[in-house]
């Protein structure tokens, strides 16, 4: 074998050497965005798994500097996302599911969010039919329905989709599902209840919806009872209590007379308040404080009719939670984002800023300093037996 002259063995390292220097500078963000657009058509899945974590953590984190880009290149991250849901593995399913619900919260374009809701509800009413592989297709379908939905009839149109997987007697999933899956589904349902005025819920289609969230309440598992707990309590909120009983919950005894609106919610609230009261106290007991809390705040409200008034600061400014649909929304998409995703859309998300009725101060920041970003929440529950004040030094959710 010949050896390589010296001449051609120098001009090799040199290209070698520049192969390096332009490897290693830095690309822009955008740039970078688009490579990873352009892996997800990658056959590799591994390759694929990795682009769509870089892609979800661009959109939770650095997606304001880059807005007009994701605008122009909108129907590349969706049907491209599309793609994957439909074929992808479960952690794919997962990354994809959460990158589009993100989209969904970010875009502003009427017609866009459209193009979200009906093109993804028939594929991920599809998933939950064959059995969920992710909880994050709950999140997502709950997400896109809450922001791109057009009208009252297209969100109960999705509460229909989870509440036929999670209560349907035809359906073996619900039944089989695991107390992680039952509690993401009820969760889903219930955030979709805040978004709808109470008055224009159909009266058909919710029917018996106490009933079975008051079966929840039965169940061993603390999670299972504090969501279905929360679905109660929002529902009595509404103060359209009676478009989600049964017409069995709405007679009187034996008479098929209806009864007065208030004898319906003092029966059942009465009921809630005994299958609340029941739970063992080792089941709270060694629940995480997280679910303490929630499952205080429940008996409390249905104890004293008192919503808990929690106060969450941002810096400068402070926004105030007054009622359950604020609560619920609160903890579902903080949940959804985690902390410094929903502290970096609280200060730069529009559409999430709309929901709670926040307009932030713009106060410049180092970077080092985002992560360190500590929230100090003061929560004062009413309790019947005894006033108490909280301070936490931690997210409430």
Known sequence: MKKKSSSRRRQELEEEGEEKVI??????????????????????????????????????????SEYEFLTARFATFLYRCISILKKGSAKELQSASEAIALLAMIVTDEDNEQE??????????EALKSGP????????????????????????????????????????NARKCSPKVLVAATS??????????????????????????????????????????????????????????????????????????????????????????????????????KVKRQYLHVLDYFKSGCCPEICESFGRDTLKLSSWSQIIQW??????????????????????QDVFGFTPTRISRPDRYRNLYIPTVEEVCHFSFSLQTFTYMSWIS
């Open 23 to 64: 490897s290693s500078i830095p690309l822009k963000p955008r740039k970078i965005v688009e490579q990873h657009l352009e892996e997800l058509l990658e056959k590799k899945g591994p390759k694929r798994e990795k682009a769509l974590a870089s892609i979800v953590e661009w959109l939770t984190s650095k997606f304001e």
């Open 116 to 125: 979200i809701y009906t093109e993804l509800l028939p594929i991920l009413s």
């Open 133 to 172: 592989k992710t909880l994050k297709v709950f999140e997502c379908l709950a997400i896109i329905t809450y922001f791109c939905a057009i009208n009252s009839d297209e969100t109960e149109r999705t509460m229909g989709i989870i509440w036929d997987f999670i209560h349907s007697d035809s359906n073996t």
């Open 188 to 289: 889903a349902w219930s955030f979709l209840v805040t978004s709808v005025d109470g008055w224009r819920f159909s009266s058909k289609h919710w029917q018996g919806a106490v009933s079975y969230l008051l079966d929840l309440l039965e169940n061993d598992d603390p999670l299972i009872c504090v969501a279905a707990g929360e679905g109660l309590a929002v529902i009595f909120e509404s103060r359209n209590l009676d478009k989600f009983c049964s017409r069995e919950e709405k007679s009187s005894g034996e008479s098929s007379a209806p009864k007065m609106y208030s004898c319906i919610e003092e029966q059942i609230k009465g009921v809630i308040l005994e299958k609340l009261e029941r739970l063992s106290e080792k089941q709270i007991s060694d629940s995480s404080d």
């Open 331 to 352: 903890n579902y998409l903080k949940s959804f984002l985690g902390d410094n995703g929903f502290y970096t859309h609280m200060m730069g998300n529009e559409k999430l």
